[in-house]
Each structure stands twice: as structure tokens, then as C-alpha cells.
């Protein structure tokens, strides 16, 4: 059963930064192409982020500039470095695996208020 954990969610002022980590297991996480997703309230689901398994990247325009996806083989983990936060990112953010199957993590929330 393939698990995808995030972390680092939390509550944070405009203009701060977070820091997100995926943790997976079990599997050959080099072969995958990992994302980050989120979700606001009455939204749909948007790409955030992706970095293939041969490292490219790719973000949404509306986080590029501020967002940086990376990714430490060793660790199994994906990241996504959050900065300059605006109060329009608030939402739950989705970590992906991709390779053949897809599979998703629980989420973790982010809200950035004053």
C-alpha cells in the first residue's frame, strides 16, 4: 500500500513562508513523477507544482517566482517551499506520485491570514 504523508501545514501571515514535505512509502520513488496540489474551499483541485523524476519542474503561473518544488531521492520526500504568501493560497494542499498509477496523500491545510 503506497503512502504519501505531508507535513508542514499550518497558519501563517501574508508575506510569510511554509515549508511542505511529502514523505512516501513504499515505493521506487525515483521512478515517479511527484506534484503538489491544492484545493480552496468551492474550488477545483489545481496543479501547484510538479518535478519529474529526471528533475524538471513546472508551476502554475499564479505561484511562480514565490514556489519552489524540490525533491531528495534519498528521503523519498518532495518539497514545496512556499514564500511570499498571499491570503489567495489558503487552502489544502495535495501531494501526488505518479508513475503508471497515481497515487495521493491526506493533505495538509494552509492558511495565510492576518
Known amino acids: 500500500q503506497v503512502q504519501l504523508v505531508e507535513s508542514g501545514g499550518g497558519l501563517v501571515q501574508p508575506g510569510g513562508s511554509l515549508r511542505l514535505s511529502c514523505a512516501a512509502s513504499p515505493i521506487i520513488f525515483k521512478r515517479y513523477n511527484m506534484g503538489w496540489y491544492r484545493q480552496a474551499p468551492g474550488k477545483q483541485r489545481e496543479l501547484v507544482a510538479t518535478?519529474?523524476?529526471?528533475?524538471?519542474?513546472n508551476y502554475a503561473d499564479s505561484v511562480k517566482g514565490r514556489f519552489t518544488i524540490s525533491r531528495d531521492n534519498g528521503k523519498n520526500t518532495v518539497y514545496l517551499q512556499m514564500n511570499n504568501l498571499k491570503p489567495e493560497d489558503t487552502a489544502v494542499y495535495y501531494c501526488?506520485?505518479?508513475?503508471?498509477?497515481?497515487?495521493w496523500g491526506q493533505g495538509t491545510q494552509v492558511t495565510v491570514s492576518s
Open positions: 501526488n506520485a505518479d508513475f503508471i498509477q497515481s497515487y
Open positions: 518535478v519529474s523524476s529526471g528533475g524538471s519542474t
